[in-house]
């Protein structure tokens, strides 16, 4: 028998998790929005230090050439350096949360051991991301590896949702989901595998952009555009396909539940951040890349991932009532 009062603070845990996660994702966004990803240009500590410095005097005299990587022709700049130190605060934080969560999920252990063994691999993975951030430094913000660590963190986010989904299965109860057309969580798998793949086009227009903003000295932002690569374009008519997917799935949706269902909620979200992302795109590819569409893109990008995930793990939960 599960204790629920301890079932009930590892789902509370691993729910403010799953929100550390996406919030270390918007921080993440910032920083290449800011062009702030060699801040630090050393890992795990800051030039050296465990406290970034606050001013270029607290750097040695020979720090272009000690740093040469990232500050061969760079002057010193804190307000970046803090933005990415805070950026690996968040990342340190985090873990710590997932240690937590791994370890409450023991109370699972008795009676669903998959919870309990899937908690403790996203600590390992996250160890592993943190690696892969290192490594991001070291490379010099070398763009296949922060891809790499972008998809790395869409799957922390869906085993965390798994989890999660897993944890609080008995408290789904029935839902008749034979009210809903038999091709609806085929089309739900391909919108989350139309998403990743929107996902991988954004990081390669994001790195087209950070190679046009250091030509430009990442100033004279309305001129960038005219310098994107086609990719942009597939980019940006692919979200049509996007919309036009899940606003089907929404729509089966609302024909078929109230607005009392979880499943009407959680639909309703999913459009709601479509619509949001495409905003932002939108935004950037009109107003001239202004910084802080940047950052709701990309998480945009990743919440609508999070939430098509969790509805395939809900509906694949949910029963149809006996006959």
């Given at each position: 028998m599960i204790d629920q009062q301890a079932a009930q603070s590892f789902r509370r845990l691993a729910t403010l998790t799953v929100c550390a996660v996406y919030f270390l994702i918007l921080v993440g966004g910032i920083v290449r929005a800011s062009g702030a990803g060699m801040g630090c240009p050393d890992w795990p500590t800051c030039f050296g230090q465990w406290v970034p410095p606050t001013e270029e005097a607290q750097l040695p005299a020979?720090?272009?050439?000690?740093?040469?990587?990232?500050?061969?022709?760079?002057?010193?700049?804190?307000?970046?350096?803090?933005?990415?130190?805070?950026?690996?605060?968040?990342?340190?934080t985090i873990g710590f949360l997932i240690f937590l969560t791994a370890w409450r999920s023991r109370v699972?252990?008795?009676?669903?051991?998959?919870?309990?063994?899937?908690?403790?691999?996203v600590f390992f993975v996250v160890g592993f991301q943190g690696w892969l951030g290192s490594t991001v430094v070291a490379s010099n913000l070398k763009p296949v590896i922060i891809t790499m660590h972008m998809l790395l963190a869409l799957l922390i986010v869906a085993l965390l949702i798994y989890i999660l989904a897993r944890s609080q299965k008995a408290q789904y109860g029935y839902l008749d989901i034979s009210v809903l057309p038999d091709k609806f969580t085929n089309v739900l798998v391909v919108a989350m595998l139309m998403t990743l793949l929107q996902v991988v086009m954004g990081t390669q227009v994001r790195e087209a952009v950070d190679m046009i903003a250091n030509e430009h000295a990442y100033i004279d932002r309305q001129y960038w555009r005219d310098d994107f690569p086609v990719i942009f374009y597939i980019h940006r008519s692919f979200s049509?396909?996007?919309?036009?997917?899940?606003?089907?799935?929404?729509?089966?949706?609302?024909?078929?539940?109230?607005?009392?269902?979880?499943?009407?909620?959680?639909?309703?979200?999913?459009?709601?951040l479509i619509v949001s992302g495409i905003m932002?795109?939108?935004?950037?590819?009109?107003?001239?890349?202004?910084?802080?569409?940047?950052?709701?893109?990309?998480?945009?990008?990743?919440?609508?991932?999070?939430?098509?995930?969790?509805?395939?793990?809900?509906l694949a939960y949910s029963k149809k009532p006996a006959p």
């Open positions: 020979d720090y272009h050439e000690r740093y040469a990587v990232g500050y061969e022709n760079t002057q010193f700049n804190p307000i970046k350096t803090w933005t990415e130190y805070l950026n690996r605060l968040t990342g340190v699972y252990r008795p009676q669903d051991k998959m919870i309990f063994w899937l908690s403790w691999t049509s396909l996007i919309l036009l997917t899940n606003g089907w799935l929404t729509w089966k949706v609302f024909q078929a539940f109230d607005r009392t269902a979880l499943v009407y909620k959680v639909n309703l979200l999913l459009i709601g932002a795109g939108i935004s950037l590819d009109r107003l001239g890349m202004p910084p802080v569409a940047q950052p709701i893109h990309l998480l945009m990008a990743n919440l609508i991932f999070g939430t098509q995930f969790f509805l395939y793990s809900y």
